[in-house]
């Protein structure tokens, strides 16, 4: 690899070179969440694959522009509703109160999982001009019709120029375009079963719609990631991500709209990051099969014996790669939990270990050590392979632990590769990998250790009748605020 | 006061019973930061202090809407460059990778202070079409006049119609419509040096900016207030807040748009908050009389001996009337540092305390405790009087650690009055007053002292040849991750 990185593009189905379109700087836009309802945890596996490959980016010394979105309208169901308005009406609030609790509620859950904020995160209601200027472009170029103050992408017109709806998720266009009763139900207004709305007129009781050329109506969706993508990143941009299932529709109409409104593809690389399963089935509420990411943390559901923190989740998501699918099942969080502890133990080892002396002879085991470090940018550089990356990340984790027991001598390797282990380790596992100290356990931890110590101590010295050390415990301890209980079943404890 | 609330209307410049439109709702409007850089102190006290309010008007039962916006455009420094703008050039990021990242420190300051969210946060770029919209119906009914590009509210034609300019700030009208040579100063657009921009036409190099009607160009600071808090409130709702220092132009701008465009007033009661000074004297970064919640948060200023945690100070602004001015010193800080822990302490003493029996007798003492608690509602009643409802909660203490010595016997107040006590009291200071637990401190003590008193057993126990339990405690507190070091001047401690 020298180093360099490689990305698998959806686009071309192929791993690329990563040549970015301005040299030492990154453009990349993700779909964010519709935010109507609590983020679902494929979803955070998504966000989380993307955080990884924003942190790499960084790591590699890229300056990037990293642009997330918030969809807060006009994203439909499939009946026709949109999901934000539906959803609204249910908790009988105002649309823009619901997508203030869920935009909240989604911050919260990426700051659990540790993800970065994105330098950008614009809305969906923030961009409605553009948004109509983009509808004009596309109108003006020919490749929309108005109907009834609604506005249709022509797809029959924009396959016929420019040969390419459908690529990027491989659709065949014949099927695309095949008019089938099904598919042509309630679309009355379309020319085409495959033409999707870009403007849509809002029935009178529609609560979020704005004034329009066309009508008082709403966006399509499709269209806000076509405009504020290129709005923030120009108009064609290194790399674009979101999960497989936004393949189709989504994108493939999102480069329809911008190839339609500019002529020019908008995006170099695509990234997609696939499914989360449960127990080797898709999750699904309608069956049972499905877990929310707070479920998880505290252990409350059927599917797990036990709550998991947000950082064992995040190192299980690691373990597989973006673009595999990863299946989520109790013996592989425990693996997780386990694995995880030991990584930051061995952290937590290197941060407070010294080399003696000064010695910079090498030997076969610094080779072999500098080959573990190179190994973990190979792999990163291989399209993001964070399962491997955190595999050698054990390796190395082998030689802390050795140097910690003295089953390996500092003499038997350089100062220099010993730093080198520090730098590479620790960057890796906080600034690449993004795993955080959830230092409240272990506290909890020696907290309690300590105190059911001193009881022991207490109860051998009234034991031995050594009345002064008892009391002096029971007193100190209260003093401190916590309050022994002497009862049948031993000694017990409070916080006053 | 009988249990109805009577705030301070600035508009009238009388305390006025609280009746709101729709009896049971309330609708209240704060203006929220420019986020174009940290904020300030003297911010934090008004985001405070309208906090408080939320949260009373939520005691007292009512459904409150709390729309508090984010300005992210129009908002003009004194020599005419917008804010945002201004600032993105000089840390060489696109203007919204600045708004992001202000925004996030925003939240994240409110978060630790405690704040509650408001319910819809609505920013300035997510409502340009409704602005250009108000722009235009204020144009139709011939209060603002369109120059090149720009559109300018019609101030004189305005307070000839409606006589209001100015009233709420107490402005003399003759002093605002007087045209000095130097309030016409780059004013040329303008017919009269009180007119001000409602629509600005943008320069070439202007990053922020949209199609209108009248140019390519950006709203004024003081229309995003008025349709927002009109859009998500309403024509006319209950309360607008906002800094003392808002009141000119900004608000008086806002209820001349809103009549302008609507032809009536917007707001019921205007509620303004003072200002925060130090050492009597206002906060200016230009004398070096200025600190920011973080170097107040770690002592690192030359104008406090020592750091303060956020719950300290939110003690020390709730020690004032929010109308009040309010001194930040080293040595106010240091009392309300006290005040708190002795409230927090009582607090935790009451969460563990029971009721012993079932009394149900009243004597003396239950009608003087029963008096502090309706003085609590009382105080807050007339015009949230915090440091009066703060000073009632302190009599409660006084009653509450008697109780706790054993100076007062739990017969001598009836179980009624004790459950009072507990529900009013612990209900005033989560939720009225919003303080929470800053457990962190108090479990470091904890955890300190208990390491101590372990090196005190263990050299006692050295002393006397105990070597059994010395050793068992230097092992125990190993397996722990806690390392014990005898050293000279004795034994200390790190964790491994």
Redo the contacts between chains.
Sequence with gaps: MENKLYVYNSKTGKKELFEPINPGHVGMYVCGPTVYNEVHLGNVRTFVSFDIIYRYLKYLGYKV?YVRNITDVGHLTESGEDKVLKRAKLEQL?P??LV??YT?MF?EMMSIFNTL???????A??H??EQM?MVQEILDNGYAYEQNGSVYFDTLKFNKDYKSYGKLSGRKIDELFTETRDNLKNQDEKRHASDFAIWMKASDEHIMK??SPWSVGFPGWHLECSVMSTK?LGETFDIHGGGNDLKFPHHENEIAQNIGARGVEPVKYWLHSNMLLMNGRKMSKSDGNTISPYELFTGNSEHVSKGYSPMAVRFFMLQSHYRSTLDLTDQAMQAAEKGYKKLMDAA?VVE?MQYPGNNNNTTDIDEKILTILSAMENDMNDDFNTPKALADTFELVNYINKLKDGHLNFKEISIDTFNKIKDTFLKFIYEVFGFRKETAG??N???E???E??IS?RN?ARANKDWA?SD??RD??K????QLKDGKDGTGW???
């Design positions: 522009r105002e823009m109160e203030q609790k909240n911050h904020n994105p330098d950008i995160e614009p809305r209601t923030g409605l001009i200027e704005w004034n923030y937590q407070n272990e506290d931890a020696m907290f250790g300590m105190i110590l001193l101590i051998e050390t002096l415990i100190k301890l003093e401190l605020g916590i409070s916080k006053i």
